[in-house]
């Protein structure tokens, strides 16, 4: 089975090829299903591979499979070579299984759009760019997922040309990422250069070869995790990425693109763990983010993008786990993640779908009874954001603050401030649209239960919400006895358990949560006057928290603006009013040489030539000089 | 008295030799020929001939003609490179020629004189010889540039490419002159092997010399006729010369620095690591604003132009290689992304401006996928022919301990990508204007076969890189 | 070094000296009666009418090209030409191609018009 993993790859190639190129002839329900189908294909692929794997012993679940020569110099050997172990695997059944469901949500959303088949083929190039992002054994192959998963992800958001915030959107986010692309780049020259190497395996056997430059790698390292799972100082392009279609903010913006940094540093743990003061800036980057992104998700009346800040609280949480060295905590809460926030933003969708494209959850409310299908996934979905037990979010986010509590108390208690906001938000998120009295009777008189292509997967994502959390009960870990032998050989403490402490501790954080849980029902279904008064009294922490705490424009004062205008002076002020003005004081020059020639000059010739003797000269001083 | 002949073998010449034959058969065939469609399709098989003859000669340091060219790999690859830019380029100006229907003939004979030039320029190893060849190459370019008579743009900037053209051989040729005279040589070994020891007019002829490769191949700040040329010639002869020139000057150019000067890198390696700098940023930065398509690509073409310098200042072997590298893959995505502008530029304008480019997927969506293709391409957008370029020449820099270069370069790419993706997010993400949809894509059989090869290239290139490179470094290996 | 320079000096010194004699003795021997006729530009043909700075036909400069191109071709022939006799059938066999060439050259403009005054 491992020698046919190549398959993973192959199917979404193929629902690609066959919808770009016979799509015209087709109906669209059927391209749905081709692609829908083909990331099916894709998830078998993965559940073989997983028995695959099993059925090795522990320390030997790790496979190599070479394709082609990819480019070769020197020592330096990046082919199309792919890794398959515990942590590729995992990946890719997220990948898949969700993406599947995903597509198949789609066929019923999209219909009756203008471009379904370039949605389609979207979205298969998507989930082939995150599986070889995913499965990739060295940086190189890694590097071109993730740019692919990035223009995957531009195209999309920009889905809705029509509309210039969402072609405004797409180019953000494509340029946000490019920041931290860059460092990417670097990191994996500087990698290479190191230790002559850029195959992971390669890499974490002759890690010490990086420990002088370690801080430094890593830091890059970490400015392209920032810019493609939305963390500080580069997560501004997320919640403006809502702009695309909701089944792309499910699939890539909440489920898996954007888990991709948190993927990486797992991948790259090695690395990591040679520089303590890039880890604890992991960590501290995750809680902050984590914390923010939760303030402004209390604010947020867009229902889309409160979940979109809250993906980024949450991808905020799985980078502090990481961070503080509990690799599959992190990534355990990036599997019950998925499959929460996929059905939040499907959720959404539907809603989105009923209320034609109305999305201020003020204008909503009493939506349960038109609804009751998506109300009650929303909810179970919802729980599990919020971290109620017995639903996923609770064990994933448990397990992270307890490897943190290990590791630095004061990341532990705003970890846990974020839990309580998270809990007030998510059932805000419930309470507002679904509960309560109709806000705006018109848009109620029109809501309607979606179709079953539509709700069939939100009830399969909704099992997987309420009991994905089982996975990695405390104690009998199933995920992490999985993810083991992947970070075996790596020397960390905090992940072991630590006795009746750690139910004292599940037990406050439930409490915490219920707290917030009750907090938010006081305030939108008892006392609704509470939330303006609340806010009142915060003063001008109110106003930042509604501005989005200024980023944006920060970003553009600081950066933009200036890059815009030194491009500007270079071609207008440098290329023509300086000629401009130069030529006029050369004229006497041109004058001299002649009334003929003048007149089939420009003027501008006599700067071209004035710039390429200037030049001659520079050259002529330069090498007279130094020779 | 007898007369001893020199003992001249032209055979290793017979690719050149094949296209100027087929040049002056295009002339004489073209007064007579009442239908002169197929002087194209001549052309083609010229060169595709040449092509095959270039493949069949033996592969070795072969130096003949007095010494004065070589058909080494290295050459044998520029000619290779050269002659499909060729073949592309006929393609690319078919439609364009039919509609200049009296002057079909000299077009196409001018531009296979001036290949002619430009892989005479990758043989050189001569400096008298690259000035010949450098002179064939230019004067072609010149009269091409001012082809489109009907726009004064056209011949303005054929006068200005002149004119300037004439300065800077005029600088190169002093150049000469003074290397000459310190060494006593004018072939590259021999000027290499008397170049130690000497002074001060050995030194300014160099630099003379590098002024007159920085302005053929736009190096800023030799640059300044390179938008107002580009812009002004028949988008055909631009995406020709953008690609042709810039590698038979840099075929020259990394020949002469290697070969001549390969003991004293020391000095001028810093010079060309400086040059780059400002290349790329000059060029990356002013790129930034511009309305019109060609010019944009003007100031793109020197950015790529200061990448690829990198190389040729790394002065390593994975430099050399990385930099041939460069101009191959470079001249199918520039030759494919100036290809999609003359599909899209309305007749007898001459030019494309970016706000004719908006919602042009709307129409044609294969069209805006494709040009999405090259310019993710020149942008260096992994897994394409482009990103490989930089990065290897990035990469030679960094192994050159020259990391700022590459850090510098990695920079500016990014930069570029703004521009780059402009012109797809005007395609794909903006409504069309009503005035600007009477674009005739269709029945255009030829170019469009033209844009898939340079496509189907694009993408191959990206995805095996490894064949390419492997060439290159068998061009480069012999120069040491 | 300065012994060839001397040469040099030497060279110039008696080839501006040819001329400059010749002028001086002219001038020294000629007798001089002026009158208005003498003192115009030209002594034989057309007085000059207008401007000169005149755009000329271009068919001039085209005139001028395939002049000089022949030209070219008769310096380039009359070593051959002289030394005929002494030169292998590989010399033969160059000669006829270069003139092959031209001949195209000549077939082009003559197609072209270039050899008929419009």
């Not at chain 1, 190039?125 to 995150?130: E, H, P, R």
């Amino acid at each position: 089975m491992l020698n046919y993993a190549w398959l993973i790859l192959l199917f979404p190639l193929l629902g690609l090829l066959t919808n770009l190129i016979l799509g015209r002839w087709l109906h669209d329900e059927l391209i749905g299903w081709i692609a829908s189908t083909a990331v099916f294909l894709s998830f078998l692929v993965a559940v073989g591979l997983f028995f695959a794997l099993r059925s090795l012993p522990a320390d030997g679940r790790q496979y190599q499979l070479l394709l082609w020569h990819w480019m070769r110099v020197d020592l330096f050997r990046a082919d199309v070579k792919l890794l398959i172990d515990p942590l590729s695997v995992v990946m890719g059944l997220v990948v898949t299984g969700i993406g599947f469901l995903i597509h198949v949500y789609a066929i019923g959303y999209m219909k009756g759009d203008q471009r379904v088949q370039r949605f389609f083929v979207f979205m298969n190039f998507f989930i082939l760019a995150m599986l070889t992002l995913v499965f990739a054994n060295n940086f190189i192959l890694l590097y071109v997922g993730w740019e692919g998963v990035g223009l995957a992800s531009y195209l999309l958001i920009g889905f809705w040309f029509e509309k210039p915030s969402a072609a405004e959107a797409g180019k953000k986010a494509f340029l946000v990422n490019r920041v931290g692309d860059f460092g990417m780049a670097l990191a994996i020259m500087w990698i290479f250069k190191l230790s002559g190497r850029v195959e992971f395996l390669d890499i974490a056997k002759n890690v010490q070869a990086l420990a002088p430059e370690a801080t430094a790698i890593t830091l890059l390292l970490l400015l392209a995790v920032t810019g493609k799972s939305a963390q500080i100082p580069l997560y501004i392009w997320l919640p403006d990425a809502m702009e695309g279609p909701t089944p792309v903010s499910a699939l890539i913006h909440a489920a898996t693109m954007v888990t991709a940094g948190v993927y990486l540093i797992a991948r790259t743990a090695a690395i990591f763990l040679l520089s303590p003061f890039t880890m604890t800036l992991v960590a501290t980057i995750g809680v902050v983010t984590a914390f923010f992104a939760a303030t402004m998700a209390m604010a947020q009346v867009d229902l889309k993008r409160i979940l979109a800040y809250s993906t980024i609280s949450q991808i905020g949480y799985m980078i502090l786990g990481v961070g503080v060295g509990a690799f599959s905590a992190g990534i355990f809460h990036l599997v019950t993640h998925a499959f929460f926030k996929a059905l939040l933003f499907l959720g959404a969708g539907a809603v989105m779908h009923a209320f034609h494209g109305e999305l201020d959850i003020r204008k909503m409310g009493g939506l349960r009874h038109k609804m009751p299908q998506t109300f009650w996934t929303f909810a179970i979905a919802a729980a599990a954001l919020a971290g109620l037990p017995p639903f996923a979010g609770f064990f994933s986010k448990d397990e992270i603050l307890w490897s943190v509590w290990l590791h630095s108390p004061w990341m532990w208690a705003l970890g846990l401030l974020t839990a309580f906001m998270t809990a007030y938000y998510s059932t805000r998120a419930v309470v507002v649209p679904f509960m309560g009295k109709p806000r705006d009777k018109h848009l109620y008189e029109h809501a309607h239960e979606v179709s079953a292509v539509m709700t069939v997967p939100l009830w399969l994502l909704a099992i997987g919400a309420a009991f994905s959390g089982l996975l990695g009960l405390p104690h009998i870990s199933l995920i992490g006895h999985w993810l083991a032998p992947v970070f075996a050989s790596l020397h960390m403490g905090g992940e072991a358990a630590g006795g009746s402490l750690e139910w004292i501790f599940m037990g406050l954080s439930t409490l915490v949560v219920l707290a917030g849980i009750g907090t938010a029902y006081y305030a939108y279904m008892v006392n609704t006057a509470f939330p303006q008064q609340f806010r009142r009294s915060l003063g001008f922490i109110d106003n930042l928290v509604q501005h989005k705490w200024y980023v944006d424009e920060l970003y553009m004062a600081v950066i933009v603006h200036p890059l815009w205008d030194l491009g500007g002076w270079f071609a207008d002020v440098f290329d023509r009013k300086v000629i401009d003005g130069a030529v006029n004081g050369l004229a006497w020059v041109t004058g001299e040489i002649g009334g003929g020639v003048r007149k089939l000059q420009t003027g501008l010739v006599g700067w071209y030539a004035f710039s390429l003797f200037l030049g001659a000269v520079l050259l002529l001083g330069y090498f007279m000089l130094i020779w | 008295m007898t007369i001893t002949l020199p003992s001249i073998s032209l055979l290793p010449y017979l690719p050149e030799i094949v296209l100027l034959i087929t040049a002056l058969l295009v002339l004489v065939i073209d007064t007579f020929a009442g239908e002169k469609r197929w002087l194209v399709w001549l052309a083609l098989l010229g060169t595709i001939v040449a092509g095959v003859t270039t493949w069949s000669l033996s592969l070795g340091p072969t130096l003949y003609l007095q010494d004065m060219l070589a058909a080494d790999p290295y050459a044998l690859f520029i000619d290779m490179v050269v002659l499909i830019i060729t073949a592309i380029s006929l393609l690319l100006a078919y439609d364009w020629l039919n509609s200049h229907a009296h002057q079909q003939g000299e077009y196409v004979a001018l531009l296979l004189f001036s290949a002619v030039g430009m892989m005479t320029m990758g043989a050189a190893t001569n400096v008298i010889t690259i000035f010949v060849a450098l002179e064939i190459l230019s004067l072609s370019l010149y009269v091409l540039t001012g082809f489109a008579r009907e726009r004064l743009t056209s011949g303005e900037a054929a006068l200005k490419y002149f004119l300037l053209g004439a300065f800077a051989s005029a600088f190169f040729l002093y150049g000469v002159a003074l290397l000459y005279g310190a060494t006593g040589h004018f072939d590259l070994v021999g000027i290499g092997k008397n170049m130690a020891g000497t002074g001060l007019m050995a030194a300014a002829g160099v630099a003379l010399l590098l002024v007159g490769f920085s302005f053929k191949v736009a190096l800023a700040p030799f640059h300044m006729w390179t938008p107002d040329v580009y812009q002004g010639a028949p988008t055909s002869v631009t995406a020709f010369m953008s690609v042709g020139a810039k590698a038979a000057g840099f075929a020259a150019f990394l020949r002469f620095f290697h070969v001549a000067l390969a003991g004293s890198y020391a000095t001028w390696g810093p010079a060309l690591a400086a040059l780059a700098v400002l290349t790329m940023t000059w060029g990356n930065l002013a790129a930034l604003n511009q309305e019109s398509v060609k010019r944009m690509l003007a100031y793109s073409s020197i950015a790529h132009a200061g990448y690829a310098l990198v190389g040729l200042a790394a002065g390593n072997a994975l430099g050399m290689s990385g930099l041939l590298f460069y101009l191959l893959a470079y001249a199918f995505m520039n030759l494919g992304a100036f290809g999609v502008i003359i599909m899209l530029e309305k007749k007898g304008s001459g030019d494309l401006s970016m706000s004719a480019l908006r919602g042009t997927a709307r129409e044609h969506p294969l069209l805006a996928a494709t040009m999405a293709v090259f310019m993710f391409s020149l942008a260096g957008v992994p897994p394409l022919a482009g990103f490989f370029g930089k990065f290897y020449v990035f990469g030679a820099a960094v192994k050159a301990n020259m990391t700022w270069l590459a850090i510098v370069g990695i920079i500016n790419s990014a930069i570029s990508a703004y521009y780059y993706l402009r012109v797809s997010v005007l395609m794909y993400m903006v409504e069309p204007d009503e005035n600007t949809t009477d674009v005739a894509t269709n029945n255009r059989p030829v170019l469009a076969f033209a844009l898939l090869v340079a496509l189907v290239f694009v993408i191959g290139i990206g995805l095996w890189p490894g064949i390419w490179m492997q060439m290159a470094q068998q061009a480069a290996a012999l120069l040491g | 070094m300065l012994k060839q320079f001397g040469f040099l000096g030497v060279h110039a010194i008696i080839a501006l000296s040819v001329p400059l004699l010749g002028i001086v003795a002219a001038w020294l021997l000629r007798p001089k009666k002026p009158y208005p006729l003498k003192k115009t530009t030209y002594e034989c043909g057309m007085e000059t009418i207008g401007d000169t700075w005149v755009q000329f036909k271009a068919q001039y400069y085209l005139f001028a090209l395939i002049f000089v191109l022949f030209d070219v071709e008769a310096v380039f022939l009359f070593p051959w030409a002289v030394a005929y006799n002494k030169l292998t059938l590989f010399g033969l066999v160059e000669g006829i191609l270069f003139v092959l060439i031209l001949f195209a050259g000549l077939i082009y403009a003559w197609k072209r018009n270039a050899l008929e005054w419009q």
